[in-house]
């Protein structure tokens, strides 16, 4: 895991945040993202890819994230907005919206992902597996992560049937026999289908 930038001669002269998001390939619930910024000299060791640390790991990051970035935020995009505009444009929004919440205005950003819409008039950089390689991202990936688990986790009780304490929205196929039996929650994404493996968008 590199802490340096994708442009190294960014590192010192520009206030840098990595954004990455949570949910996307979700049949319920909302899309998270974040954005965070670190020092420029800053090191973890154990900082990673959320994707690669176990839940309790996650968990025991989240805090120390939060106290040592010089910023972050989190924001959220609904199933009934991800309907309404497709969950890639969402997924950007959720990133936006939480640059927005910002305390710190960034001057460059460096998104997980091989594409971005771009942010105000602020410089980006699109990095393709970053969250295994950026520890901004990195930070970003495990908060929006654990943030949309804990939302998952708070309405998995209204809606016990759906499993959403174990998939946290993700289309297992406990999951998809529970929608193909019962049908759709208010907080399921109704233009993604359920019995395709992969899914798509109508």
């Not at 990051?61 to 497709?86: G, T």
């Not at 091989?114 to 105000?120: A, D, L, Q, S």
Request: charged share 25%; proline share 5%.
């Amino acid at each position: 895991m590199e802490s340096i930038s994708l442009l190294s001669t960014y590192q010192y002269d520009f206030i840098e945040a990595g954004c990455d998001e949570a949910g996307r390939g979700c049949l319920a619930g909302p899309v998270f993202a974040a954005a965070v910024i670190f020092p420029a000299d800053y090191c973890n060791p154990i900082l990673n890819d959320s994707k690669k640390l176990s839940e309790k790991k996650r968990m025991e990051l989240r805090p120390i994230i939060e106290k040592e970035a010089l910023a972050f935020a989190v924001a959220s995009v609904s199933a009934m907005e991800i309907d309404k505009i497709n969950i890639h444009k969402a997924s950007y929004l959720a990133m936006h919206k939480a640059l927005d919440s910002l305390g710190t205005i960034p001057q460059f950003l460096i998104i997980d992902g091989n594409k971005f819409i771009p942010y105000r008039q602020t410089p980006h950089a699109c990095i393709v597996q970053g969250d295994g390689k950026y520890l901004s991202i990195a930070a970003a990936s495990i908060l929006a992560k654990t943030y949309r688990d804990e939302y998952m986790e708070g309405i998995a009780a209204d809606f016990p049937e759906y499993d959403w304490l174990q998939n946290k929205g993700y289309p297992t196929i406990k999951h998809r026999q529970a929608v193909l039996k019962l049908g759709l929650t208010p907080h399921h994404r109704k233009t993604f289908r359920v019995t395709e493996p992969q899914l798509k968008l109508f």
